[in-house]
């Protein structure tokens, strides 16, 4: 029962990661009949894209924090009623400022969700399934992006954009409803396991204890390698929300596709971007199982990966075509994906269980400014220049120097200077980078 509570606790964070950008994406797939109903240009439209992370970066940090000292069942109970609500609440935003009021709350109801689902990882799972774990919780982030397009799109053509808003948030405030009652913040707390099995789960977990001397959270945020992991982060993500923001835009100005035929097309990258995230903490798991270096088998596939989706980004900016265009971006979106869980097992690898939800949150919040600045920039580069060929291109560059980033600053234990007695047994293979 043990091991199938907590697969099933993965399940609901599953879910929960698809209804995130089911809400998420359908702002996108809806813009250029909300750009129409607004009298909004692209221009506009790129900072309405940017405002959702205004509110989500910070949050992205503050939520961490709570799911520290709150508990992660609370922070995701509050965090997605807010959410469901304000992207319910977009049906009735009749002008720029509306709009942008809207999709900041909205940002800020959606910002806990990763560091919070990392810190139910944390507490549910022993290191060697971690990696798994968050590969599986953030799958359902790409499937519910794909479903975005025919869902939305279906609505909006039969009933009206702001209709699909409406129901899209009700999805969200029934998964509430099963968290609520589903959900703890640690397996000995569930009341479907007996006596046995706590004991039994808390054997599996267990860990020996952590030195008594915590470091302070501002130690860890000063670190080359925690840094070099959030700049990473934002090159990933810069990926993620040009594409998020602009594809399905992209397909209907620039290549002429009908509504509901990019609702179709705009699926395919998300679904092969799902292969992606699976694939990515199996696959890092596996390479850490075998070599036993944690820290070398997240490196190696966030390097690697993140280096092919940037290329693959950047020519698809080149190419011409729809077929050509979405096939290079599937390609970009797998790779991209093959990250996703890297940035989160580097943390549970080097911070002490105590700081993971603050530590994942920082790194959240600097990787998600890239959600203020690809979508506006973007907007402007095709107002001034026309074109979305520059976007295309300036999105593989920024995520190119992410790679290279941690390639250099991510340090393995051979290539640092300094060993410091590690803040608990099970990370002596991690190495802090000397300050």
């Given at each position: 029962?043990?091991?199938?509570?907590r697969?099933?606790i993965?399940?609901?964070?599953?879910?929960?990661?698809?209804?995130?950008?089911?809400?998420?994406?359908?702002?996108?797939?809806?813009a250029?009949?909300?750009?129409?109903?607004?009298?909004?240009?692209?221009?506009?439209?790129?900072?309405?894209?940017?405002?959702?992370?205004?509110?989500?970066?910070?949050?992205?940090?503050?939520?961490?924090w709570?799911?520290?000292?709150?508990?992660?069942?609370?922070?995701?109970?509050?965090?997605?009623?807010?959410?469901?609500v304000?992207?319910?609440?977009?049906?009735?935003?009749?002008s720029?400022?509306?709009l942008?009021?809207?999709?900041?709350?909205?940002?800020?109801?959606?910002?806990?969700?990763?560091?919070?689902?990392?810190?139910?990882?944390?507490?549910?799972?022993?290191?060697?399934?971690?990696?798994?774990?968050?590969?599986?919780?953030?799958?359902?982030?790409?499937?519910?992006?794909?479903?975005?397009?025919?869902?939305?799109?279906?609505?909006?053509?039969?009933?009206?954009?702001?209709?699909?808003?409406?129901?899209?948030?009700?999805?969200?405030?029934?998964?509430?409803?099963?968290?609520?009652?589903?959900?703890?913040?640690?397996?000995?707390?569930?009341?479907?396991?007996?006596?046995?099995?706590?004991?039994?789960?808390?054997?599996?977990?267990?860990?020996?204890?952590?030195?008594?001397?915590?470091?302070?959270?501002?130690?860890?945020l000063?670190?080359?390698?925690?840094?070099?992991?959030?700049?990473?982060?934002?090159?990933?993500?810069?990926?993620?929300?040009?594409?998020?923001?602009?594809?399905?835009?992209?397909?209907?100005?620039?290549?002429?596709?009908?509504?509901?035929?990019?609702?179709?097309?705009?699926?395919?990258?998300?679904?092969?971007?799902?292969?992606?995230?699976?694939?990515?903490?199996?696959?890092?798991?596996?390479?850490?199982?075998?070599?036993?270096?944690?820290?070398?088998?997240?490196?190696?596939?966030?390097?690697?990966?993140?280096?092919?989706?940037?290329?693959?980004?950047?020519?698809?900016?080149?190419?011409?075509?729809?077929?050509?265009?979405?096939?290079?971006?599937?390609?970009?979106?797998?790779?991209?994906?093959?990250?996703?869980?890297?940035?989160?097992?580097?943390?549970?690898?080097?911070?002490?269980?105590?700081?993971?939800?603050?530590?994942?949150?920082?790194?959240?919040?600097?990787?998600?400014?890239?959600?203020?600045?690809?979508?506006?920039?973007?907007?402007?580069?095709?107002?001034?220049?026309?074109?979305?060929?520059?976007?295309?291109?300036?999105?593989?560059?920024?995520?190119?120097v992410?790679?290279?980033?941690?390639?250099?600053?991510?340090?393995?234990?051979?290539?640092?200077?300094?060993?410091?007695?590690?803040?608990?047994?099970?990370?002596?293979?991690?190495?802090?980078?000397?300050?």
């Amino acid at each position: 029962m043990g091991a199938r509570l907590r697969w099933f606790i993965v399940f609901l964070l599953f879910l929960g990661g698809g209804i995130s950008y089911l809400d998420r994406a359908a702002l996108s797939i809806a813009a250029p009949l909300i750009a129409d109903d607004l009298d909004l240009d692209p221009a506009r439209l790129g900072i309405v894209f940017s405002s959702f992370f205004f509110g989500y970066a910070l949050f992205c940090f503050v939520g961490g924090w709570a799911s520290d000292r709150f508990g992660p069942k609370n922070v995701f109970t509050l965090a997605m009623t807010v959410w469901s609500v304000f992207c319910g609440l977009t049906a009735v935003a009749t002008s720029l400022a509306v709009l942008l009021v809207v999709r900041v709350v909205f940002g800020m109801g959606e910002g806990p969700f990763s560091a919070t689902a990392n810190k139910v990882v944390s507490n549910w799972f022993p290191r060697r399934e971690q990696a798994t774990a968050v590969g599986l919780a953030n799958a359902g982030q790409p499937i519910g992006a794909a479903l975005a397009g025919p869902v939305v799109g279906t609505i909006a053509v039969l009933a009206g954009w702001r209709i699909s808003f409406v129901v899209i948030a009700g999805i969200g405030l029934v998964w509430v409803v099963a968290w609520a009652l589903l959900a703890t913040d640690r397996p000995e707390q569930h009341r479907w396991l007996g006596k046995v099995e706590r004991e039994e789960m808390e054997q599996e977990r267990a860990k020996p204890p952590a030195v008594t001397a915590r470091l302070p959270l501002s130690a860890y945020l000063r670190r080359p390698a925690i840094l070099a992991t959030a700049f990473a982060f934002f090159g990933y993500a810069y990926i993620l929300y040009f594409f998020l923001s602009w594809f399905p835009t992209y397909l209907v100005k620039a290549q002429g596709l009908s509504i509901g035929t990019m609702g179709v097309v705009n699926a395919i990258p998300w679904v092969i971007g799902c292969i992606g995230m699976v694939l990515g903490g199996f696959v890092c798991d596996r390479i850490y199982q075998r070599t036993g270096r944690a820290l070398f088998a997240r490196k190696l596939i966030l390097v690697g990966s993140l280096a092919i989706a940037a290329v693959c980004v950047a020519l698809a900016g080149i190419v011409t075509g729809v077929a050509g265009v979405v096939a290079l971006m599937a390609v970009s979106v797998f790779f991209m994906y093959l990250t996703a869980n890297t940035y989160w097992a580097i943390i549970l690898d080097t911070v002490e269980e105590g700081r993971v939800g603050s530590v994942g949150g920082f790194v959240h919040l600097i990787a998600n400014l890239a959600g203020i600045v690809a979508p506006s920039v973007t907007g402007f580069i095709v107002e001034w220049s026309g074109s979305f060929a520059g976007a295309f291109v300036l999105t593989g560059a920024i995520a190119i120097v992410g790679a290279l980033s941690v390639a250099v600053f991510v340090r393995s234990p051979a290539a640092a200077v300094e060993a410091p007695t590690p803040l608990h047994p099970s990370l002596a293979g991690v190495v802090t980078p000397r300050r």
